[in-house]
């Protein structure tokens, strides 16, 4: 099984920045092996959001058009953990955010249904 665990949401201007981190533990996570972890969001009313993915190989990543430039995806592997920096925060950035996570296969992907294991969620919120 796979545990992940998100921090680093919170309340914050718009304008400002948030880090989040999730942490990956369990005895289906290995360290060592390939995986490719993500990002989603959902804010009340929406359907669930990609937002980037990156995969532990080479560190490719992908965006969604709505994040790219503003946010960053990043992975400490050795720690079976991945980041999410949000720089320029808006009011519509304003939801729950998830990570996930596929163990054995590197596709940088947004697609939900590639993904195994979801987190619980942090919230995210953007004030004016």
């Known amino acids: 099984q796979v545990e992940l665990l998100e921090s680093g949401g919170g309340l914050v201007q718009s304008g400002g920045s948030l880090r989040l981190s999730c942490l990956a533990s369990g005895t289906h996570a290995p360290i060592r092996s390939v995986k490719t972890l993500g990002w989603y969001r959902q804010a009340p009313g929406n359907e669930r959001e990609g937002l980037a993915s990156?995969?532990?190989?080479?560190?490719?990543?992908h965006y969604a058009s709505s994040v790219k430039g503003r946010f960053i995806v990043s992975s400490d592997s050795a720690k079976n953990t991945v980041f999410l920096q949000m720089d320029s925060l808006k009011l519509e950035d304003t939801a729950v955010y998830y990570c996930a996570a596929r163990w054995g296969a590197v596709v940088v992907t947004l697609s939900e249904s590639f993904f195994d294991y979801w987190g619980q969620g942090t919230q995210v919120t953007v004030s004016p």
């Open positions: 990156i995969g532990s190989v080479d560190g490719a990543t």
